[in-house]
Nanobody
Framework: QVQLVESGGGLVQGGGSLRLSCVVS????????MGWYRQAPGKQRELVAV???????NYADSVKGRFSISRDNAKNTVYLQMNSLKPEDTAVYYC????????????????WGQGTQVTVSS
């Protein structure tokens, strides 16, 4: 059973930066694609960044050029570096194992962790 523990969130002013971490236990981390999702109040959870087992990355248009996803297989940890934060980035951020459907859509594959709150003030 995969378990996910996110950390690193907080309150930051617009234009600031935060680095989120997600430690993964269970499964074989190095073989899995990993993603960061976020859910803002009243909105659906959305995928913002994915990193494959080979290190390829993909980002939602809303965060391209500002966010960077990375992984450390030795530590079973995936990171999300968030720069130039905007109030609209305010959300609870979650990580998850990702699998890709035949349609090329990435979908979450493990039980969700508790997430970490990111709040960006204007």
């Amino acid at each position: 059973q995969v378990q996910l523990v996110e950390s690193g969130g907080g309150l930051v002013q617009g234009g600031g930066s935060l680095r989120l971490s997600c430690v993964v236990s269970g499964g074989i981390f190095r073989l899995n694609a990993m993603g960061w999702y976020r859910q803002a109040p009243g909105k659906q959870r959305e995928l913002v960044a994915v990193i494959t087992s080979g290190g390829s990355t993909n980002y939602a248009d809303s965060v391209k050029g500002r966010f960077s996803i990375s992984r450390d297989n030795a530590k079973n940890t995936v990171y999300l570096q968030m720069n130039s934060l905007k109030p609209e980035d305010t959300a609870v951020y979650y990580c998850n194992v990702c699998t890709r459907r035949l349609s090329n859509e990435w979908v979450p594959a493990a039980p969700w962790g508790q997430g970490t709150q990111v709040t960006v003030s204007s």
